[in-house]
C-alpha cells in the first residue's frame, strides 16, 4: 500500500509554479534616475549593454523597480530621423513681380569679401513692402563651406541644404499660404525645386497649428527663388534658416577602433592579403570606418562579414581607401556605408595595397551602428534597475517584453500659446543611466542547466514498483500456498 503511493508522492514534490524573472538572472545592470511624476520613461541604451548581451534582438534586457518586478518595456531604433547638421542663416532679398515674372531690372553686383562672396540684388521691391512678390536666396557659400567639410572627396557634391525654415510678420490673424521654390546656378535658368510648399500658422482658442518649414531635395545650385501663385500676396519675411545634412554617418553612434586578429596572405579571393576581426558588441554596424597604422596610406579594400563560420561571407563594400597628409592639410577618404549587418565575423581582403601592411601592421575598424532606444512602464517605486546579459530561454526573458512606445502616438501633435509639442510628451521621461553594477555575474549568461528527466525517472520508479508490487504479491501468495500445503 505504502509502496503504491510512492510515485504519487514523488510527483507532488517536483510540480512547482515557474519563479518569475529577478535581477539575479541577469550578469550586470545600470541604475536609472528618473524625474518624479512620469508614467513612462525612456533612454538611450549605453554601448556597454551590447557587449554583454547575448541576443543581436537585445531579448536579455529587462527593468526591474526597487521591489524587484519586472517592468513592461520595449527596445527600438533611438532616432530615425536624419541628423540635422546645422541651422544657418541664409541671405535673403525681396523681389518685385516683375523681376520675379518678367526678368525686370534685376541687377546684380558681387563683392568679395574675406568671409565669401556678398550678393547685392538692386530691385524695385524693398524690404519695407509689405507683400512682395517672392524672394531670392543666396545659398552659394553653404554649398562651398558644408560639402568642402562633410564630403570633401566628391566633386559637385550636391548643396547639403535640405530644409528651408521661416519666419513672417504676423498680424495675429493666422493666415495659409502656398508657395513654389526654383533653383538656379547663373540667376538665368531656373528649374522647379518645390511646385507646392505650404507656410500656415493658425490660431484659435489659445491652440496653435504652425508650419513654418518646406523640405528640399537634393539640389546642386547656388540660388533659390521663391515666389507666390499669381494673383496671391505672400508673406513678409523677416528671417530665413537653412538647416542643413550632416556627413554621410550622421546619426550612428561609433564604437572604438576595433584592432585585428590576424591576416594572411593570399587566400581564396583573389586579394593580396585577408586580414579578419570579430565584433564582440551585438549590434547590426552601418558604416565603418579604417584606421591605417600610419599616415600617407592607401589601399583598395573589400569588406565582408558573416554570422558564423557555417555562413557565406557577404560582401558589403568596396572601394579605395587613404590618409595623405601635405604639411599641415589631410586628404582622406576612410568610411564606407552599407545595410545594417548583424554580424560578428568581419574581413578585410587587400586588393591593391599601397599602406604596406605586415604582419602585425594591420588597419584597425571602426564600426558605426544606429543606436536603439528603450521605453518602460514606471509601476512601482524607484529606483529602477536596467539588467541585462541573461541565458535564461528566449520564451521566458520575453514575456514583459510589449510595444509600450506605441500605447501613445507620438506624431499627434498639440500646443497652446507660442508653444507645439509632442502630446506625449507629458507621459515619457528621460531616464539618466548610473555607473553598472554586478547582479548575476558571468554565470548568468550561461545557459540554464537542463532540467531532470522526471518523466523517465518517474516511468521507472513506476515500473520498479509494480515489480516490487508483483513481487510482494507473488511472496505473499506462496506463503498462503504454504500454510495451505501444511495444514
Not at 342 to 349: E, G, M, S
Request: aromatic residues 8%.
Amino acid at each position: 500500500m505504502n509502496i503504491c503511493l510512492l510515485p504519487v508522492l514523488l510527483l507532488s514534490t517536483v510540480t512547482a509554479a515557474a519563479a518569475g524573472l529577478t535581477p539575479d538572472d541577469f550578469a550586470r545592470g545600470f541604475p536609472l534616475q528618473v524625474p518624479a511624476g512620469g508614467a513612462m520613461y525612456s533612454l538611450e541604451i549605453p554601448a556597454e549593454l551590447y557587449r554583454t548581451v547575448r541576443h543581436h534582438s537585445l531579448a536579455d534586457v529587462g527593468v526591474f523597480n526597487a521591489a524587484g518586478e519586472p517592468l513592461p518595456h520595449s527596445i527600438q531604433p533611438a532616432g530615425t530621423v536624419e541628423a540635422e547638421g546645422e541651422r544657418r542663416e541664409v541671405p535673403f532679398f525681396p523681389l518685385s513681380a516683375e523681376n520675379l515674372h518678367r526678368g525686370g531690372n534685376l541687377a546684380i553686383r558681387v563683392a568679395r569679401s574675406p568671409g565669401g562672396d556678398i550678393l547685392e540684388v538692386q530691385s524695385t521691391a524693398t524690404e519695407e513692402d509689405d507683400s512682395p512678390a517672392g524672394y531670392l536666396l543666396d545659398i552659394s557659400r553653404f554649398a562651398n563651406a558644408l560639402n568642402a567639410r562633410n564630403t570633401p572627396n566628391v566633386p559637385n557634391a550636391p548643396n547639403p541644404l535640405r530644409a528651408l525654415e521661416f519666419k513672417w510678420q504676423n498680424d495675429g490673424e493666422g493666415a495659409i499660404t502656398t508657395l513654389h521654390i526654383e533653383s538656379s546656378d547663373d540667376l538665368l535658368h531656373w528649374q522647379t525645386l518645390v511646385s507646392r510648399g505650404v507656410l500656415a500658422e493658425l490660431r484659435f482658442r489659445g491652440q496653435l497649428i504652425r508650419q513654418n518649414t518646406i523640405a528640399l531635395p537634393r539640389v546642386k545650385a547656388r540660388y533659390l527663388r521663391i515666389g507666390w501663385p499669381t494673383a496671391s500676396a505672400g508673406p513678409r519675411f523677416l528671417a530665413v534658416h537653412g538647416l542643413f545634412r550632416a556627413g554621410a554617418d550622421s546619426g550612428l553612434h561609433w564604437l572604438p577602433p576595433l584592432p585585428a586578429e590576424g591576416g594572411e596572405s593570399g587566400g581564396k579571393s583573389g586579394g593580396k592579403m585577408e586580414i579578419f576581426y570579430t565584433l564582440a558588441h551585438r549590434i547590426s554596424p552601418a558604416a565603418m570606418r579604417v584606421s591605417f597604422p600610419e599616415e600617407n596610406s592607401f589601399a583598395s579594400l573589400a569588406l565582408y562579414s558573416r554570422q558564423d563560420e557555417g555562413q557565406q561571407w557577404q560582401k558589403r563594400c568596396e572601394k579605395p581607401f587613404y590618409h595623405l597628409r601635405v604639411d599641415e592639410l589631410i586628404a582622406e577618404d576612410t568610411l564606407c556605408t552599407f545595410a545594417p549587418a548583424a554580424d560578428t565575423l568581419w574581413r578585410l581582403v587587400v586588393r591593391e595595397d599601397g599602406a604596406a601592411f605586415g604582419q602585425g601592421r594591420w588597419p584597425a575598424l571602426a564600426f558605426g551602428y544606429q543606436p536603439r532606444e528603450l521605453t518602460f512602464v514606471g509601476r512601482g517605486s524607484p529606483p529602477f534597475l536596467l539588467a541585462f546579459g541573461s541565458g535564461k530561454p528566449l520564451a521566458e526573458l520575453q514575456q514583459y517584453s510589449t510595444d509600450v512606445a506605441a500605447v501613445v502616438g507620438r506624431d499627434v501633435m498639440y500646443g497652446k500659446g507660442d508653444s507645439v509639442e509632442p502630446v506625449d510628451s507629458a507621459l515619457f521621461r528621460r531616464a539618466e543611466v548610473g555607473v553598472a553594477v554586478e547582479l548575476g555575474g558571468d554565470k548568468a549568461l550561461l545557459p540554464p542547466a537542463p532540467p531532470p528527466p522526471w518523466r523517465t525517472w518517474l516511468l521507472w520508479l513506476v515500473l520498479v514498483a509494480g515489480v516490487v508490487a508483483l513481487a510482494a504479491m507473488a511472496r505473499s501468495l506462496f506463503r498462503e500456498m504454504a500454510v495451505q500445503r501444511k495444514e
